[in-house]
């Protein structure tokens, strides 16, 4: 990891159009997100089992996102119902992906609220996952979710995290 904070002027996009410097999604809580490209099958690997950690984490003082690098009719077109069950970012110029220095998607992020980043994996590493999510509930009081669990594809590297493939 690289990066150690994200600038302040960076803007996150809802999936509803609504903008907002990350100061204001991290007023509350901290972001703890999974970065996908929905153009690459590594990402749409990873989706279920991204669903699944961040649905782990519902209830804990920690906002859950997905960041999907398209616009917001890509976004829903991958994501399905997952629109209507985590918040959803879009970054269609990737500056999110370019804020976190990522080099692969999927990825698993953690922003803490004075935009520095406590953790990021890349690809599909389970254990550094599973690293994450354990910082991030041992902070919050909050139970890790099973990770690698069944049904969780085998560990992979990501694809190109700054190579558009979209539409």
Same mark, same amino acid.
């Given at each position: 990891?690289?990066?150690?904070?994200?600038?302040?002027?960076l803007q996150?996009?809802?999936?509803?159009? %609504?903008?907002?410097?990350?100061?204001?999604?991290?007023?509350?809580? %901290?972001?703890?997100?999974?970065?996908?490209?929905?153009?690459?099958?590594?990402?749409?690997?990873?989706?279920?089992?991204?669903?699944?950690?961040?649905?782990?984490?519902?209830?804990?003082?920690?906002?859950?996102?997905?960041?999907?690098?398209?616009?917001?009719?890509?976004?829903?077109?991958?994501?399905?119902?997952?629109t209507d069950?985590?918040?959803?970012?879009?970054?269609?110029?990737?500056?999110?992906?370019?804020?976190?220095?990522?080099?692969?998607?999927?990825?698993?992020?953690?922003?803490? %609220?004075?935009?520095?980043?406590?953790?990021?994996?890349?690809?599909?590493?389970?254990?550094?996952?599973?690293?994450?999510?354990?910082?991030?509930?041992?902070?919050?009081?909050?139970?890790?979710?099973?990770?690698?669990?069944?049904?969780?594809?085998?560990?992979?590297?990501?694809?190109?995290?700054?190579e558009a493939?979209?539409?």
């Amino acid at each position: 990891m690289a990066a150690s904070e994200v600038p302040a002027g960076l803007q996150l996009t809802s999936l509803d159009g %609504q903008s907002r410097p990350v100061d204001e999604w991290l007023i509350t809580f %901290q972001l703890l997100g999974v970065v996908l490209d929905p153009y690459t099958y590594e990402s749409a690997w990873l989706l279920d089992t991204a669903g699944r950690i961040l649905e782990g984490f519902r209830g804990a003082s920690v906002r859950t996102a997905i960041i999907v690098t398209c616009d917001a009719d890509a976004a829903k077109e991958f994501l399905g119902a997952y629109t209507d069950q985590v918040l959803v970012l879009v970054d269609p110029d990737r500056a999110f992906v370019r804020a976190f220095e990522l080099d692969e998607l999927p990825a698993f992020v953690h922003l803490r %609220q004075n935009r520095r980043i406590g953790g990021v994996a890349q690809g599909w590493d389970p254990a550094a996952w599973k690293e994450i999510a354990g910082v991030v509930a041992a902070e919050r009081h909050w139970s890790r979710p099973m990770i690698p669990a069944a049904g969780d594809p085998a560990p992979y590297r990501g694809s190109a995290a700054l190579e558009a493939t979209g539409a």
